[in-house]
């Protein structure tokens, strides 16, 4: 059983904060760049940060830079990202995605080939987890 598992999302208030996990199972997440990505009703999936395999290099949407943070925990097999100062266009469903052996200069191209080209970039999705940012 191969799989990503998304949690962490629910209803937050503008300005609020929300942190996402994406665990792996059947596989180790060492050995793969991941993404994190999201997509709204009616709007094109985008990339909102990923991290390479060896967390040398990051990558982070211009709409998100400043305020999300993505991070690994190895012993746990776990990929986060940190979600401060929510705003209503940052409602949409979060997903996780894993693409085997991302080294440092392909992180960029990974996250936006991954929200272009999803089922041909990555090797393992999450079922996705729903942020909504509403008072």
């Known amino acids: 059983q191969l799989q990503l598992v998304e949690s962490g999302g629910g209803l937050v208030q503008p300005g609020g904060s929300l942190r996402l996990s994406c665990a792996a199972s059947g596989f180790t997440l060492n050995n793969y760049g991941i993404g994190w990505f999201r997509q709204a009703p009616g709007k094109e999936r985008e990339g909102v940060s990923c991290?390479?395999?060896?967390?040398?290099?990051?990558y982070y949407a211009e709409s998100v830079k400043g305020r999300f943070t993505i991070s690994r925990d190895n012993a746990k097999n776990t990929v986060y990202l940190q979600m401060n100062s929510l705003k209503p266009e940052d409602t949409a469903v979060y997903y996780c995605?894993?693409?085997?052996?991302?080294?440092?200069?392909?992180?960029?191209?990974?996250?936006?080939?991954?929200?272009?080209?999803?089922?041909?970039?990555?090797?393992?999705w999450g079922k996705g987890t729903l942020v909504t940012v509403s008072s």
């Open positions: 991290i390479s395999s060896s967390d040398g290099s990051i």
């Open positions: 995605g894993a693409d085997v052996g991302v080294e440092d200069t392909a992180v960029q191209g990974m996250c936006v080939m991954g929200a272009a080209d999803g089922d041909h970039t990555m090797n393992y």
